[in-house]
Structures are given as structure tokens and as C-alpha cells.
């Protein structure tokens, strides 16, 4: 059996970001919104760098307008995801882009995505939790009232609360009030760091935010005291090795960080990110990193025991999923 046919534990992807193309098209024939800006002569996303991501990202979420087509696409994502071999999966979810803010309009958004989740898990023996993400160039007040919409609907589905966007906006600790609201509903944090922000970003997530996992955290190797400091609070990073190639950190597998971070000790594990715009797989990235590293079973078994001991979700879940 190749590595690539293990069962997976997937802890980072965002639910719009793994949207595929075909199906962004097709909401935007059906709307008459012209988005062919955003796709490539082979019909996939087109982008120059991060920040150009960021706007094409939300160029192709700008027709996903109601719960019907979150259902529809949080179908389309878990049937995807479990053809990869994905028993797990954690989703960035944001209300910024699901009601807009609205608790009423957030909660009938989740009810659709559960539902479609709850027949996915059942016809493809998948499980997924949801992760409710603050946009951090969206700022401060956005992300209270992404807290809120988040700590209203905290419960056996919604789990974590996180933050994704441009890193080169604001401090992590802007955001403080946001994580602490989350936290006191009984959430679990994460935020991203150490992606396009230097190590100085990751220290601030650990200090001024409190959270227990990192999204990305790969540039925290530029900081040996920073890499110390994750293993001694013994945090879990959600690296995305093709994420970061596409997007240029690293210019390959090979060159990534995620064997070093591994060997000084951090706790790592590996996701796709938003695969369609990264043409990749949690398939796809365990080839990699075997062709890279030369990882085996027995390195993606200890990956995958690290992803469930770190997934936001029960006990009982855990020990399904397993
Ligand atoms: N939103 C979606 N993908 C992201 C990434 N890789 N970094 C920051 N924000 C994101
Ligand atoms: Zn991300």
C-alpha cells in the first residue's frame, strides 16, 4: 500500500478556499456575474502572490451567497477530501462570508453546512468540525462580531474559533477580545502565523491570543528561542507544505521546513490549506513529503496521532475517527 492510501487527519482548510473552480463558474454563470478575471486558461484560480490570493479568494466566495450553496459546497469538499483518504477534517468557516454578521443568518448558514456534513459523514465515513474564522485585514470590530456569531453557536459542531487573512495587517493582539470571548464559550484557538509574518507574529499569537495551534508557523525556524518556546507549550502547528510553495515561501518540497521544525522537536502536522487554488490533496501532499523526506508509515501514522490529539473536538470523536 502506498502512504498515499493512509487514513488522514486533515486540521487546516478553509471552506470557500476549497471550493472548485468548476463550481465558482458555474454560481457565477448562474448570477450573471462576470468573474472570468479569476481563472486561468485552464480554469483554474489565477494569482500573482499572497495578497493577490487573498482578492481572488474572495472574488470566487462573492457568489456564494446562501446556505443552500454552502450545503452544496460542503458536499462537494467532503466527498473530495474522503476520495483523499480524509476520515477527519476541521473547516475555517467565516460568518464575514456567511450572513455577514448576523447571528439569525449565521445559524441558518451552520444548519445547512451540518446537514450536508452530517450526510456526508454517513455516506462516506467522514467527520468534520467547524472552525469559525475572524478575516484579520477585515479588523478589529468584524472580528467581535465574528466571536459572537462564534461563541452563540459553540456546541458539538462548532469548535474552534481561528483567524486567517493578511498577516501584514495589525497585530495579533488586536484581535485579543475577539479570542478571549471565544475562549470563555469554551473554544478552542488557533490562529495564522508565521506564514507571510516572521517569527515576531508567532510570539505574538502565543502571547497575546492564547491559542493552542498555529496555522502555518513555518518561519518560526528563523527564531530557535521561538521554536523552544512551541515545543515547551507543546503546540501544534498546521503546516501546509504546497500552500507554501505555491505561494512562494519555499521553493519546493524539498526546501521546506517541516522536516527541521519535526526533528527540533515541534509538534507538526500537515493540511492542504484551500486545495483547488494550491493544485493540491492531502493525497497529493503525503507523496510529496515522502519523495522529499522519504517518510514512511510509520512518520504519517505519528503525523496523524498528532493531528487527532490536537483536533478540536471530543474525546468520543477522537476515539471514532481513530
Ligand atoms: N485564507 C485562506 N488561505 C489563507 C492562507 N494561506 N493564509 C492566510 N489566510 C488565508
Ligand atoms: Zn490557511
Known amino acids: 500500500m502506498s502512504v498515499a492510501d493512509l487514513p488522514k487527519v486533515e486540521l487546516h482548510l478553509h471552506h470557500e478556499g476549497a471550493a472548485p473552480p468548476a463550481f465558482i463558474k458555474q454560481l457565477a454563470h448562474e448570477k450573471n456575474v462576470d468573474l472570468s478575471k479569476i481563472f486561468d486558461a485552464n480554469g483554474g484560480y489565477a494569482f ?30 467532503l466527498e473530495e477530501s474522503a476520495k483523499n483518504g480524509v476520515v477527519y477534517t476541521e473547516s475555517f468557516i467565516s460568518p464575514d462570508f456567511c450572513g455577514g454578521g448576523d447571528v439569525g443568518a449565521w445559524r ?79 473554544l478552542q484557538l488557533t490562529t495564522h502565523a508565521g506564514e507571510f509574518g516572521g517569527p515576531e507574529s508567532v510570539w505574538d499569537a502565543i502571547k497575546d491570543l492564547n491559542v493552542e495551534r498555529i496555522g502555518h508557523g513555518v518561519r518560526s525556524l528563523e527564531d530557535p528561542a521561538l521554536v523552544k518556546e512551541l515545543v515547551a507549550r507543546q503546540i501544534t502547528l498546521e503546516v501546509c507544505p504546497g500552500s507554501n510553495v505555491v ?10 521546513p517541516i522536516q527541521k521544525l519535526r526533528d527540533a522537536g515541534v509538534k507538526v502536522t500537515v493540511s492542504t490549506d484551500d486545495p483547488p487554488f494550491f493544485h493540491t ?5 503525503y507523496e510529496e513529503l515522502s519523495r522529499a523526506f522519504g517518510w514512511d508509515a510509520s512518520d504519517f501514522a505519528e503525523l496523524n496521532q498528532t493531528a487527532l490529539d490536537a483536533a478540536f473536538c471530543d474525546a468520543d470523536t477522537k476515539a471514532k475517527v481513530a
Open 48 to 77: 500573482r502572490d499572497f495578497v493577490h490570493f487573498l482578492s481572488t479568494y474572495e472574488d470566487a466566495t462573492s457568489v456564494l451567497t446562501g446556505p443552500e450553496e454552502f450545503a452544496r459546497l460542503t458536499t462537494a469538499i
Open 108 to 186: 441558518e448558514y451552520l444548519a445547512a453546512i451540518q446537514e450536508a456534513a452530517n450526510a456526508a459523514e454517513a455516506k462516506h465515513g467522514i467527520t468534520l468540525r467547524g472552525v469559525v474564522t475572524a478575516v484579520r485585514h477585515f479588523g478589529a470590530d468584524k472580528s467581535k462580531t465574528t466571536a459572537h456569531c462564534a461563541a452563540e453557536t459553540a456546541g458539538d459542531f462548532v469548535t474552534g474559533f481561528g483567524m486567517g487573512g493578511d498577516e501584514g495587517q495589525f497585530t495579533q493582539g488586536t484581535f485579543s477580545y475577539a479570542f478571549d470571548q471565544a475562549k470563555e464559550a469554551g
Open 281 to 285: 490533496t492531502m493525497r497529493r501532499e
Open 247 to 256: 505561494l512562494g515561501l519555499f521553493p519546493d518540497f524539498a526546501s521546506h
